[in-house]
């Protein structure tokens, strides 16, 4: 049995295990939060190029999101010292900023969550360095449809494992391998919060949605296996058979007849291409 808790008023609640059922101020926290991770996204589209470290990159990220009064929930969180995650080609999630160069035919991940008044916006995005090829630019523009289409099995009555089939029937009907390590989480005054958000499953199990639900999805895909390894720094995921992995990450909240999400791009800068 699932237990679901109703927020009572703005109380932070700590990691219970329950399903928590947020109000009206949560969404609204929900929203200027998530809009400060968007523009984050959209304020690095000009800096992803060629020659720039990731590093660079992260410097970017965390200047942004300091001047508007926020901070990035990454920094200090167990034992995290960057302001983002930088994630390029083979590597899943989880890359570490440093001097590493990107490079043209990169596809790149940036994954940022500012907390804005307590509440966490956490988004992710694919940008490509340079010309990319055919086939790395197919796995991303597939891997944005699985999470559009996730958000889109999103509403009340729905459960869980509708989200993750309808991910990964779309991911696996490419052929590609969809990453089981790694899930989706409950969001709000937490980081990551129950439930989990698996992003294989099937149809009507798991938890049922309801409103004032709030959580992330993220699939990971591979052009290759699902299987993925951790390297000795403790936090690089790469895929185990080195194939490609793409990601994109919305916070989204249960409403009364679908969802509503809170990391759309100000900008309109939802999926590469970004320039011309
Ligand atoms: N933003 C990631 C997520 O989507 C979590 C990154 S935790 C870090 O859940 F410590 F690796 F930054
Ligand atoms: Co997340
Ligand atoms: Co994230």
Same mark, same amino acid.
């Given at each position: 049995?699932?237990?679901? /808790?109703t927020v009572s008023?703005d109380? *932070?609640?700590?990691?219970?295990g329950?399903?928590?059922?947020h ?5 609204a926290? %929900?929203?200027r939060?998530?809009a400060l #991770?968007a ?8 800096h %992803? ?6 590093? @660079?990159i992260?410097?970017?990220v965390l200047? =942004? ?8 929930a990454?920094?200090?969180?167990r034992? &995290?010292?960057?302001?983002s ?13 440093g001097?590493?160069?990107?490079? #043209?035919g ?7 969550t500012?907390?804005?008044?307590g509440w ?6 694919? &940008?490509?360095?340079?010309d990319?090829?055919?086939k790395?630019?197919?796995?991303v @523009?597939?891997? $944005? !449809?699985c999470l559009m289409?996730g958000?889109g099995a999103a509403? *009340?009555g729905a459960? %869980?494992?509708?989200?993750?089939? #309808?991910?990964?029937r779309?991911a @696996?009907?490419h052929? $590609?391998g969809v990453v089981?390590?790694f ?5 709000g005054?937490?980081?990551h919060?129950?439930?989990?958000v698996?992003h294989v499953?099937?149809?009507?199990t ?10 992330t999805? !993220?699939? %990971? ?5 699902p299987d993925?390894k ?7 995921? /790469?895929t ?8 994109? !990450?919305?916070s989204?909240?249960i409403?009364q007849?679908?969802?509503?999400? =809170?990391t759309y791009?100000p ?5 590469p291409? =970004?320039h011309a």
């Open positions: 049995m699932t237990d679901y /808790v008023a109380a *932070p609640l700590g990691r219970t329950a399903i928590k059922l109000g009206p101020e949560a969404f926290g %929900m929203r939060a998530g #991770a523009a984050t996204l959209d304020h690095i589209v000009p %992803m190029v060629p020659g720039v470290t990731t590093a @660079e992260d410097r970017i200047d =942004f999101i300091r001047a508007e009064g926020a901070l990035p990454t920094l200090g969180y034992g &995290y010292t960057h302001a995650c930088i994630s390029i080609n083979h590597v899943v999630c989880h890359g570490i900023p001097n590493k160069t990107l490079k #043209a990169d596809i790149v991940n940036v994954d940022v500012p907390i804005v008044d966490h916006g956490d988004t992710s995005r694919m &940008y490509l360095i340079g990319v090829p055919l790395a630019r197919r796995l @523009e597939v891997t $944005y !449809e289409l958000i509403r *009340p459960h %869980m494992g509708d989200v993750a089939h #309808a991910i990964q779309h @696996e009907g052929r $590609y089981r390590d899930c989706g989480h409950g969001v005054r937490l980081f919060d129950a439930p989990e698996v499953g099937r149809p009507g798991g938890p049922e949605l309801r409103p004032g639900m709030i959580f999805i !993220e699939p %990971m895909v591979n052009t290759g296996r993925v951790l390297l000795d720094d403790g936090w690089t995921a /790469v185990r058979d080195r194939s490609l992995s793409a990601q994109f !990450e919305h989204v909240g409403t007849d679908g969802c509503e999400v =809170f791009s900008a309109g800068l939802h999926k291409p =970004f």
